[in-house]
């Protein structure tokens, strides 16, 4: 089983959907957790930390249910520029490691 | 916020010879650096982790007489690819932390191509 999976994509929305994107994790002594995204042929850049109260930021809700070890990133009222690859991340012993990425394509 | 260089962003190379890749934290002291590697289509997988001072850690399966990293100070650290093969080509990231549970915060990634 791999340390952190995240829902197979792509997923491919109209503009204005709402979109959820799922993780799991199998430590269940990892520490922190993290959203990034990563756009084509470039590096990630963070989106969003993950706090165990849930926390929202605009148009972007991210929650995390420690005795499920999941980890979950909603999207609404999607825009064309969030048209990239989601990363789910958690920390784990120290290092962090990266979900294989779900990929959204918003299209008109 | 924090910022992350790396240098440089693209480089071609022949089969044979050595790459060297280097990353700063411009506004923060890392003293633990990561460097990644990242395949098309795939997710970034953890080669090793460089500290301040210290040999670096390799993850299983990373060679480390064929990528090099030296952390010789809390704002620079390297990554050489000795002896590129064209199986060597791919998108390699560093990353640093300004804190141990805060966020990675990448640099902007150096796409290796070997011919």
């Known amino acids: 089983r791999k340390e952190v999976e995240q829902d197979p994509g792509p997923f491919n929305v109209p503009e204005g959907a709402t979109v959820a994107f799922n993780c799991t994790y199998s430590?269940?002594?990892?520490?922190?957790f993290f959203w990034y995204r990563q756009d084509c042929r470039k590096e990630p850049k963070l989106l969003m930390s993950?706090?165990?109260s849930g926390n929202e930021d605009g148009r972007f809700t991210a929650q995390l249910n420690r005795a499920s070890q999941y980890i979950s990133l909603l999207i609404r009222d999607s825009k064309l520029s969030d048209s990239a690859t989601y990363l789910c991340?958690?920390?784990?012993?120290?290092?962090?490691?990266f979900g294989q990425g779900t990929e959204l394509s918003v299209k008109p | 916020g924090a910022v992350v260089s790396q240098h440089p962003s693209r480089v071609i190379c022949k089969s044979g010879t050595s790459v060297k890749i280097e990353c700063r934290s411009l506004?923060?002291?890392?003293?633990?650096m990561f460097w990644y590697r990242q395949f098309p289509k795939q997710s970034l997988m953890l080669m090793a982790t460089?500290?301040?001072?210290?040999?670096?850690?390799?993850e299983q399966g990373v060679e480390k007489d064929k990528f090099l990293i030296n952390h010789a100070s809390l704002t620079l650290s390297t990554l050489t690819v000795t002896s590129a093969h064209p199986e060597d080509s791919s998108f390699y990231i560093c990353?640093?932390?300004?804190?141990?549970?805060?966020?990675?915060?990448f640099g902007n990634g150096t796409r290796l191509t070997v011919t």
């Open positions: 990353s640093a932390q300004d804190g141990y549970n805060s966020p990675l915060h």
């Open positions: 430590n269940s002594a990892s520490q922190s």
């Open positions: 993950v706090y165990s």
């Open positions: 991340v958690v920390r784990s012993g120290g290092k962090l490691i």
């Open positions: 506004d923060f002291q890392a003293t633990t």
């Open positions: 460089s500290n301040e001072g210290s040999k670096a850690t390799y």
